[in-house]
């Protein structure tokens, strides 16, 4: 199991403000920062983290909720200046249940929240 997380981003403000945005439907709060990392989570533990860095490729990172917060997501995610790559929605290529919907982020890292009811 992934304890947790960690992106390199190129702007630690607008990615900070950014996934406060896009990850608050999934649950997920920031919960600590120092002055070269964010950490965001599901109180009391951040698992997932952002800090500057060269960001050489994008990364692809998924994190689950319901239907109701896969859609909500999405949206907060686009409301938050994140660019679609999915819409909400079954992808049975993957397996019958598995609902997805894809953001990029701001340095273009494929943002994902999925249920797999």
Known sequence: MIDHIGLPVTDLAR???FYQQAL????YELL???PHAVGFGIPPKPDFWIGPGEVKGSVHVAIRGT?????AFHQAALA?????N???G????YHPNYYGAFVHDPDGHNIEAVNHG
């Open 67 to 71: 239907r109701e917060q896969v859609d």
């Open 90 to 93: 079954l992808r049975p290529i």
């Open 80 to 84: 938050a200046g994140g660019k679609d």
């Open 86 to 88: 999915g819409a909400p």
């Open 15 to 17: 990615s900070k403000a």
């Open 24 to 27: 608050a439907p999934l649950g």
């Open 32 to 34: 600590m920062e120092f």
